[in-house]
């Protein structure tokens, strides 16, 4: 009798054994496939961030704690600074030093022979280092009405783009609040950007999309990112109000920025352009963390 009771005691416990497994098994496949799916979500926003944010930090400095913290780019700089980047295999994903900045862009037709001489000497530059963006800007309105604005604009930028085409390279519009930063800036409302692109119709000339800038002009950023979607060549942070952290001081909740542009299977960059109240480096890098997805 006691043998009897002692192969059913072993039985059952066997039994059990083979359920808890199972049921670890079954736990274990669904943690794998949870952590599967996690590691495909990472790494589908490349990081960047704008040099000028950081006056303070070394160019070398940032170089070392921008890949320790997993950015791909350093950006807004110039020519001059490619080696550096270089050294750190770091790329310049949007390159600045446009002749006539923010309010002396490609609205005024007096301006398009120095920018066109600009991009003929710095497209094939930048293309020779494998980078693929530069910066432009509209300019200030002083009195142009939008229409005319957009005219002058497309004219300039037709000299520019088979400029962009035969390197390789993105000429990139980027749209700024006139409401707060940039009084009378022209390009400051994702309709007049799009409408430009597609009077400039090349795949080479796009706009460069700043949240910071748009929340204040218009709002409404992930509807407007996704209805535009094919206009856009590019992104900066910066948090509303006061262009700082990527915070829960902010307007917007910035974990979904990022997660809907990576939908869209953007292959681009995703900048960071917030000037850290904090310390410097620890703000970027809880930017980073925070808009990895």
Not at 78 to 88: A, I, M, R, S, Y
Request: proline share 3%; hydrophobic share 40%; glycine share 8%.
């Amino acid at each position: 009798m006691r043998n009897t009771l002692s192969r059913r005691s072993a039985l059952r416990k066997m039994a059990g054994s083979a359920v808890a497994m199972s049921a670890a098994a079954s736990l274990s496949s669904r943690l794998n496939a949870a952590d599967a799916a996690a590691d495909k979500m990472k790494g589908l926003i490349n990081h960047s961030v704008c040099k000028w944010c950081y006056p303070k930090v070394s160019l070398e400095d940032l170089c070392v704690a921008g890949k320790e913290i997993g950015l791909h780019s350093i950006e807004l700089l110039e020519v001059k600074d490619f080696p550096t980047l270089k050294k750190h295999d770091l790329v310049c994903a949007m390159v600045s030093g446009v002749p006539g900045g923010i309010p002396d862009g490609f609205n005024r037709l007096e301006n398009h022979d120095k920018l066109v001489d600009y991009f003929e000497r710095t497209a094939p530059v930048v293309a020779n280092h494998g980078f693929l963006n530069i910066i432009c800007f509209s300019g200030n309105r002083l009195g142009l009405d939008d229409e005319k604005g957009l005219e002058n604009c497309a004219i300039g930028l037709m000299r520019v783009v088979p400029i962009a085409e035969k390197h390789k390279v993105t000429v990139c519009m980027e749209m700024l609040n006139s409401k707060v930063d940039h009084k009378g800036y022209q390009c400051d409302h994702t309709v007049w950007g799009v409408e430009l692109v597609k009077r400039v119709g090349s795949e080479h000339f796009k706009l460069l999309y700043d949240i910071y800038h748009m929340q204040i002009m218009e709002g409404d950023i992930i509807h407007t990112i996704r209805q535009n979607f094919q206009y856009i060549g590019h992104f900066h942070t910066g948090g509303v109000p006061g262009r700082h952290e990527l915070d829960d001081t902010q307007e917007l909740q910035w974990r979904t920025v990022p997660k809907a542009i990576a939908d869209l299977n953007f292959q681009g960059y995703f900048a960071h352009e917030f000037v850290p109240l904090k310390d410097p480096i620890t703000s970027l890098r809880q930017a980073v963390e925070l808009c990895t997805v």
